[in-house]
């Protein structure tokens, strides 16, 4: 990548990124003395981006309202649900002691969790040598690479449905796992973070004798936490969330991830709708958590600069 | 894969409290770990773990079985399967239930293709031939259904020697479910449509369905017969294929394995010319769905209302509906109405004696309960069942019994059966013709075109 | 304008002690790491495209072993000729066009807003931001339910505001895709309306005192300054989107299946269609490669104006 685009990057990234702190007040247009159209494209502003927040809200609540109504209540539309405020938890304990809800979480914690080690390690690994070392054909595997970030793996589906079959690993876990590893992305930001990190730790160890594996495990990775974590978390909610591949990859109802096991819901719930408005909560609620407790980690990651997608 | 786009982080050199972000970190990866150890140390989490990992079978002794049946047949299935679990000594069974239509065959087809199929599976008969010639179904020869105590013999003949292919049987036939009228007591006895028991006077030609239908509206003040029009392309079909089949002369409307249209024009122009007049003339009604068609019945808007007999348990559950059920009458020349039937098949996989013996424990299970299953207002294709007092009692089930020896099911091809893309091409031009949105020709011409892309496409099977 | 650089990229070294390693151990090591990934690579994205290009060739079925007869170009003809599959092109464009604009100007306004009053970012990244995380199944079975004929919130609002018998939206061909690009909105607009609130801070407050010392309005302030300045994150963002249309294939297939008939059917679910249902592989091939050309175009285009706008930072 040229010089330019990573100088491009930091200066980008300098400031902050988007903090969990408030951003400087007066970010935006300002009006130097008098204040009172001031305050009243405040006022609007605030007007606006609260009617906006709650509109946005509705949905969700609207699903958790629902799910703590009783089915019966529910099937008889939204006058009802407004009506009747009995919260109940019958739904949650339905799914929750009916057993298919936790093979779909365990899909999903084993698959999202091996695919983030594998592409994470992986990635980086091939990311360092092309940041630090010299090979013949460098050059080449980097342009590959850069063009496998046009590649849209949707597209693929059905040549890998086709391959998982051949080697017998439809219906694995790993038919959700392997096709989710080459994550170009993550070798792209890893070689960018690499090449803008100082050589001077890597020379002290070289000096104390260290190969470059060694260097890599105990001196750059260390150093490299930060884009770790965000990898690792976007790696996650992508693998998480992906429906497309273990929907036509695993059709044990045993094995199949949260988004599958959500998707064959509305046909096997029937007139269930409490049930089935809880399952997407449940279905939900993992990255919900996840997303409270590494929030700013997400969004940095998410706001973070050279987009590619 | 990613639902979304991704990103890079912000490239800044490494800062920040580094034991802070270690020891949340910490937590978090090892409250994922203890979680997912908890959840493979819990229950069944160990085996399904080791299947997802290592391919091993899930759960072994089990008896898998999927099926499509959703609402009224759903709840009865479900029914029927507590009957069976309740049995001494049977195996563990484990039910899964998947959208009608496309999605269901879909996921059976990938389940075997990818080596985990059910044990047993639901499948219309006209798409289980396919699923036979796509090499995805076990034969079900003579030995197979005397592990169960059954024979050939046993079952419907025309169910049985309509899911043969090539001579060889693939699917168990369960019930047949043909198209059927319903009629409103109430409305029909105002309307003087009822002969001295109370029961339907038959009605005969299209003059008789018209006169029927104008008696009918002028006690209704709305229409006379309602059937579905609008988003519901397998009924459009289903009342089209009816009327068309008792036509003498009219032809299936594909041959040679799907590779020909080989529908009779005039017939089906003529036939969609009086659908598409009664509509117009309101004696129909143009725009009503599934559920709309039905409700008009029910609230005495309509004296008649044309539906597959399934829905008799949704019209028993109206408070206050008396209403009856009769094969459709003959408006041409012969007796004939659109149907399919549903069947047990055994997808293809490695089956031992042991696997072999539960699979059809349960099918004979499930057989054993058709008087059950005829409650819902199917016609068992089990002939113990079939001629039995009780179900000669079961009323008004036994009334349009006989519409079963009649029925024509849809004409074999890879791209056709009960919610196949050919009803759904056909039965969308049938509905607009209802709708009065296109001409008989028009109509036809666009699913001609439609579906000659697929008569000329090689068969995939 | 730009924020003044950082140190230069490639960090200055130490005062190198010993000699670098052979090239061939370079080597060696090079490859040893890069070959895990690389394996991977060639499996599950290069021969996977190889293999879409040779099966569109052929009539391959997914019940039958091997490639089937050699069928040239018949598989692309079929597709062409088609009208389900322009009519999936053109649903497909149908969602970009009801998607992209109000995705990215919603957004826009959002965040400048948010970037206004300062305060409450956590109320409105709660809001905006959450359901962009969730899984598409759920937002999914949360809106089809809000979507229910007649008796779901939308159709008793609108029976509230007076509308008589309110048409069900994922059941009425015209309605459908409206239902879900909304849906869709609601559930992505997070992700750029964080990619403005970091471009909005990157506008340094000195720019915007200059200008309003100067007399300028609030309203000419961001019209001069905020949108001039956030245009790059807007082509950014403009394309990402249109990039992520074109794969569309979750909310369709759950809230509609394609349906009603075929009028929100898209690309990518008449090529999961065609394989899956139908069998044919090959012919899902020749409609796979033919939405990659499309997707690789707009690929293309993206990087063309990347590095257009990044000669022309360099030069300004």
């Known amino acids: ?309 | ?461 | 304008m730009t924020a003044p650089t950082l140190a230069s990229p490639r960090a200055a070294t130490s005062t190198s002690a010993g000699p670098p390693p052979r090239r061939s151990s370079q080597a060696r090591s090079a490859w040893l790491f890069v070959a895990p990934f690389g394996l991977f690579y060639l499996l599950f994205l290069v021969w996977p495209v190889a293999y879409m290009f040779i099966t569109s060739l052929f009539d391959t079925s997914l019940v039958r072993p091997g490639f089937g007869d050699f069928v040239g170009l018949a598989n692309y003809r079929e597709m062409l000729t088609k009208p389900e599959f322009w009519s999936a092109l053109w649903h497909t464009v149908q969602f970009t066009l009801y998607t992209v604009p109000p995705l990215v100007v919603l957004a826009f306004v959002f965040a400048v807003l948010a970037n206004q009053v300062g305060r409450g970012e956590w109320l409105f990244r709660l809001a905006f931001f959450v359901p962009f995380i969730l899984p598409s199944a759920a937002i999914a079975l949360i809106w089809s339910f809000i979507y229910t004929p007649s008796t779901g919130l939308w159709n008793s609002l609108q029976a509230a505001l007076g509308v008589e018998s309110p048409s069900p939206v994922l059941g009425t061909p015209d309605l459908a895709m409206i239902g879900i690009a909304i849906t869709t909105v609601w559930w992505t607009i997070g992700f750029n309306f964080i990619l403005y609130l970091a471009g909005l801070q990157d506008i340094p407050r000195e720019v915007y005192e200059a200008a309003s010392v100067d007399g300028a309005s609030r309203w000419q302030q961001i019209r001069s300054i905020t949108i001039p300045m956030l245009s790059r994150t807007t082509t950014l963002v403009v394309l990402l989107q249109i990039i992520a249309s074109l794969k569309i294939f979750d909310q369709v297939y759950l809230m509609t299946g394609g349906g009603p008939g075929i009028s929100t059917q898209v690309l990518l679910g008449l090529v999961t269609t065609t394989a899956f249902t139908d069998y044919r592989v090959g012919a899902a091939s020749a409609a796979s490669v033919l939405l990659f050309l499309v997707i690789l175009l707009v690929t293309l285009v993206r990087q063309v104006v990347e590095r257009f706008q990044q000669r022309k930072d360099v030069t300004s």
């Open chain 1, 1 to 309: 990548m040229s010089t330019s685009s990573l100088q491009e990057n930091r200066r980008r990234s300098r400031s902050s990124g988007v903090s969990a702190a408030a951003p400087p007040l007066g970010a935006g247009p300002s009006t130097a003395g008098g204040d009172r159209s001031g305050r009243v494209f405040n006022v609007v502003s605030w007007i606006v981006l609260v009617v906006s927040a709650v509109l946005w809200l509705i949905p969700s609540l609207w699903a958790v309202k629902t799910s703590l109504t009783p089915n019966s209540t529910s099937a008889l539309g939204t006058g009802p649900i407004l009506r009747d405020w009995r919260l109940t938890f019958e739904s949650y304990a339905t799914l929750l002691r009916g057993g298919d809800l936790w093979n779909w979480y365990l899909a999903s914690a084993v698959t999202s969790v091996v695919s983030v080690l594998l592409t994470v390690v992986l990635g980086s690994m091939a990311a360092y040598a092309l940041s630090r070392l010299q090979f013949r054909g460098r050059k080449l595997v980097f342009l590959l690479i850069l063009g496998g970030i046009m590649i849209p793996p949707q597209v693929l589906i059905v040549p890998i449905f086709q391959e998982l079959d051949v080697v017998g690993l439809l219906n694995t876990y790993w038919a959700v796992i392997l096709p989710q590893v080459p994550a170009v992305i993550v070798v792209f930001v890893f070689k960018q973070f690499f090449d803008g990190l100082p050589k001077d730790f890597e020379e002290a160890a070289r000096i104390d004798g260290a190969g470059f594996w060694t260097t890599y495990r105990l001196v750059v990775m260390p150093l490299s936490k930060p884009v770790i974590g965000a990898m690792s978390i976007i790696t996650f909610v992508g693998v998480w969330n992906n429906l497309i591949l273990p929907l036509f990859v695993l059709s044990n109802p045993k094995l199949i991830t949260i988004p599958v096991g959500l998707a064959t819901v509305q046909g096997s719930f029937g007139q269930r709708l409490s049930d089935i408005q809880a399952s997407s909560i449940l279905g939900a609620l993992p990255l919900v958590i996840l997303f409270l407790l590494f929030q700013r980690r997400i969004v940095e990651g998410v706001a973070g600069s050279g987009l590619k997608g």
């Open chain 2, 1 to 461: 894969m990613t639902g979304a786009p991704a990103a890079s982080p912000p490239l800044r050199s490494p800062a920040g409290s580094r034991t802070g972000r270690l020891s949340r970190r910490a937590l978090v990866g090892g409250g994922l770990a203890l979680g997912t150890g908890l959840l493979a140390g819990g229950l069944s989490g160990c085996s399904t773990l080791a299947a997802g990992m290592a391919g091993a079978e899930v759960a072994p002794g089990t008896v898998t079985y999927w099926n499509l049946f959703g609402g009224g047949d759903g709840a009865r299935m479900q029914a029927m399967e507590d009957v069976y679990r309740a049995g001494p000594g049977t195996p563990a069974l484990q039910a899964a239930t998947f959208t009608w239509g496309n999605p269901y065959y879909t996921k059976v087809s990938l389940a075997t293709l990818g080596d985990a199929p059910p044990d047993v599976a639901v499948s219309h008969l006209t798409r289980s031939t396919n699923l036979a010639q796509a090499g995805l179904l076990t034969e079900i020869t003579d030995d197979v259904l005397a592990v169960a105590g059954l024979r050939a013999a046993d079952f419907s003949q025309k169910a049985w020697e309509a899911q043969q292919v090539e001579g060889r049987s693939y699917a168990i036939p369960f019930d047949t479910h043909p198209f059927v009228l319903y009629y409103n007591l109430e409305v029909c006895e105002r309307a003087g449509l009822l002969d001295s028991d109370g029961s339907l006077q038959p009605i005969r030609g299209v003059d008789g369905w018209e006169s029927a239908l104008r008696a009918a509206r002028e006690v209704t003040g709305a229409f006379g017969a309602s059937v579905a029009t609008i988003a519901d392309p397998a009924t459009s079909w289903r009342w089209f294929q009816s009327l068309y089949s008792q036509r003498a002369g009219s032809t299936p409307w594909l041959g040679d394995g799907g590779r020909e249209l080989t529908y009779d024009r005039e017939l089906t122009l003529d036939t969609l010319d009086h659908v598409q007049s009664w509509t117009q003339q309101g004696l129909m009604p143009t725009n009503t769905d599934y559920a709309g068609s039905q409700t008009l019945m029910f609230s005495g808007q309509s004296a008649f209302y044309l539906q597959g007999e399934w829905e008799i348990t949704t019209a028993q559950s109206i408070e206050g509906l008396e209403f009856g059920m009769v094969p459709l009458p003959v408006l041409y020349d012969q007796p004939a109405q659109q149907g399919d039937s549903h069947t047990f098949v055994l997808p293809a996989m490695e089956r031992n004696d042991e696997q072999l013996q539960r699979a059809m424990g349960f099918v004979r299970s499930m057989l054993d309960q058709s008087i059950t299953w005829a409650e819902g207002g199917h016609v068992p294709a089990y002939l113990p069942t079939l001629r039995s007092e009780e179900y000669r009692e079961l009323e008004p089930q036994s009334s349009y019994a006989e519409a079963a020896d009649t029925v024509v099911y849809d004409a074999p091809a890879w791209y056709s059966g009960s919610g196949s893309t050919f009803e759904n091409i056909i039965g969308a031009q049938i509905g607009l013709v209802q709708q009065g949105l296109a001409s008989p020709a028009t109509a036809l011409e666009s699913a001609r075109s439609q579906l000659l892309t697929y008569a000329n496409t090689p068969s995939p099977l």
